[in-house]
């Protein structure tokens, strides 16, 4: 170590916090202690980042590297730890704070512990509120801490993405000393809707929302505190690497919005030779999956300027979906492109979009589209009453819409688990809707177990484990959620599969039909790829979607109490037979098999908007564009 270089480093990862990186400084300014250095990551800001921090740069204690794209903390962080000359290393997140002292007194904490390796502040947090070391519920944040120099580096975004630093870093760092808490509460870690752990943690963060934020254009390895592993790489290893060779007849496809469960289906489309683009809801879900996408050859659609990215390759139709989140966004692609055919395929969320307040722009969508796909019959009868008079002779199709690719299909069945104990198992993969814990007591009275899948969805659900627990400690098992990779084995070792349960109260109008009714869950597709028969309540007389294709496949066990069921699924012939049929029917669960009669009606609305007169000639050899009709009410 060079005899000038500073006692401390500073390592300052910034992502587009321009808005807050001036205070940062001027807290860092502002220290008792002045033997510092200050090494900036700018880790691919596209906001006035630089302009923020010019003033700040004529200091020759600082020192500014700047990334062209994103590459995650990791990455950041180690850029700046290799540039860092000083013996200790202090972290200062440029959207937080540090009080005057804080340099010093952490300092002088780790002269007090030769043995120790790290020392942390106290904090304040959410705007008024304080925490001597570690915030109750989140590992130690970077603000808070000063260590000594180490070759050890942050894990980065190849090996892992995750708000837990001790993941990261610390853990790891644990091994080299003890942490010790400088006993003085010196920093802030500023709470405020852009922090990177609102931005992951799922349910108002997660991998969608994150990647959108971040760019992120490969697979990732993503796993946060409060959500399950989600490992791209591994998942996605063996879907194509590229397209297939386009097809002389092969489609350009924007795929507008998010796709939501399931989201390589697509790999399908590219698979029959089209040509797919991605153009994305800016505010994703946690479950809304946008691009960039982890798998195939999506081409991405820049964000601002897409509508001249549409008139630059000249798509054939844009496929606009899936739920009520994608509502705006594809509302305004719907309306700035009247001269492109359109097809809007929605899933779920009428009701929520009435209760958001963007009920007009999904009637828009219903109405103004030159096709519309709807995920169940009902749905589409639902709308027909809830927007009287749609266009007479519009092309419309029915097909769920998260729908699994084929890949996922391929495993063979495992052995049953009542053929070892002599008693019946059944599963819940996902919420346990409209089974209330005396339900639960009451199948363990006839000997029925019920395996509740998804660690994420369990943690919402405590209070509902712990009174079912209680009633049936010997019959109710969690598990932690499966990949779809893993749905065949783990399944099909279960006798049958729960469904949504409730009482339809429609009477057989379809006006009085609620989203229960209207649904398709997608858990549908889980159950079928097992082989499971799917267990629901009778609903005789009722509208109800899942009920509808249950019979109409003959994949359904229905009841109305839990006697009759009991006496329903220990019917070993029949269930037998039933699982059986419900393997032979898998084809229909996936998005594989209905992927050449979905391009059969694309080609029909453009077929449709072309007899319609709403064309006009484009270059020789190329599809006609109709010109741009009047979207107005």
């Not at 002389?248 to 496809?253: F, H, V």
């Not at 698979?271 to 946690?286: D, F, I, K, S």
């Not at 995920?375 to 709308?383: K, N, Q, T, V």
Request: aromatic content about 10%; overall charge neutral; proline content about 7%.
């Amino acid at each position: 170590m060079s005899p000038d270089a500073p006692r401390v480093s500073i390592v300052m990862p910034t992502f587009e916090q321009s808005a807050f990186i001036g205070r940062a400084l001027d807290s860092l300014w502002a220290q008792s202690r002045r033997d510092w250095e200050l090494v900036v990551v700018d880790d691919g800001s596209r906001d006035d980042t630089a302009v923020a921090l010019a003033p700040w740069l004529a200091d020759a204690r600082v020192r500014y590297l700047r990334f062209d794209g994103n590459g995650g903390l990791g990455r950041a962080i180690n850029a700046g730890l290799d540039a860092a000359r000083g013996a200790l290393i202090a972290y200062l997140p440029s959207d937080d704070v540090w009080y005057q002292a804080h340099l010093a007194q952490l300092a002088a904490c780790l002269e007090r512990e030769p043995g120790a390796m790290l020392a942390y502040a106290g904090v304040r947090h959410h705007y008024n509120r304080s925490a001597g070391g570690i915030i109750p519920g989140e590992c130690l944040q970077l603000v808070q801490c000063l260590h000594r120099r180490t070759g050890l580096r942050w894990r980065e975004r190849a090996e892992l993405e995750s708000d837990d630093l001790d993941r990261l870093f610390w853990n790891a760092l644990r091994a080299e000393g003890s942490f010790v808490a400088s006993g003085a509460l010196s920093c802030e870690w500023v709470d405020h809707p852009a922090q990177r752990h609102k931005r992951m943690r799922e349910p108002l963060g997660g991998i969608n929302p994150f990647r959108s934020c971040y760019r992120v254009a490969g697979p990732l390895r993503f796993h946060t505190s409060t959500g399950n592993l989600i490992d791209e790489e591994r998942l996605y290893a063996g879907a194509p690497a590229a397209a297939a060779p386009a097809a002389r007849q092969g489609l350009k496809i924007v795929l507008a919005g998010e796709l939501a469960y399931n989201a390589d289906r697509v790999l399908a489309l590219e698979a029959l030779g089209h040509r797919l683009y991605g153009l994305w809801t800016p505010a994703p879900a946690w479950f809304n999956t946008v691009g960039p996408l982890p798998f195939g050859q999506v081409e991405e659609l820049p964000r601002q300027g897409w509508r001249e990215a549409l008139a630059r390759i000249e798509p054939d139709l844009v496929y606009a979906q899936l739920n009520w989140q994608a509502v705006p966004f594809v509302h305004e692609v719907l309306m700035h492109t009247p001269d492109l055919p359109f097809v809007w395929h929605f899933k779920e969320g009428p009701f929520i979009c009435i209760e958001k307040g963007t009920w007009p722009l999904l009637a828009d969508l219903v109405r103004l589209a030159d096709g519309c796909i709807y995920s169940s019959p009902e749905m589409r009868d639902w709308f027909a009453t809830a927007i009287p008079h749609l266009p007479a002779g519009r092309p419309d199709h029915v097909l769920d819409g998260d729908l699994p690719r084929r890949a996922w299909f391929t495993q063979e069945r495992s052995p049953l688990l009542s053929a070892a104990t002599g008693q019946l198992h059944t599963v819940v993969p996902g919420r346990p809707i409209g089974l209330h814990p005396p339900t639960v007591a009451e199948l363990a009275r006839h000997g029925i177990h019920l395996h509740f899948y998804g660690d994420f969805t369990q943690g919402q659900w405590r209070e509902w484990i712990a009174r079912a627990g209680a009633l049936a400690p010997e019959h109710l098992h969690l598990h932690p959620n499966v990949d779809q990779d893993g749905w065949v084995r783990e399944f099909s070792q279960y006798d049958a599969g729960w469904l949504h349960v409730f009482t339809s109260a429609n009477g057989g109008e379809i006006r009085r039909a609620g989203w229960d009714d209207l649904n398709i869950p997608a858990r549908m597709a889980t159950l079928a790829a097992a082989g499971l028969p799917m267990i629901q309540r009778e609903n005789a007389g009722a509208i109800v979607a899942a009920q509808a294709l249950a019979r109409r496949l003959g994949i359904g066990v229905f009841f109305d109490s839990i006697d009759g069921l009991a006496r329903q699924l220990y019917d070993g012939v029949r269930m037998a037979a039933l699982r059986e049929r419900v393997w032979q029917l898998r084809e229909q669960f996936c998005f594989d098999g209905h992927a050449p009669a979905l391009v059969a009606f694309f080609e029909r609305v453009i077929d449709h908007a072309r007899r319609q007169g709403r064309a006009q000639a484009r270059a020789p050899g190329r599809r006609a564009r109709r010109a741009p009709p009047s979207r107005a009410g």
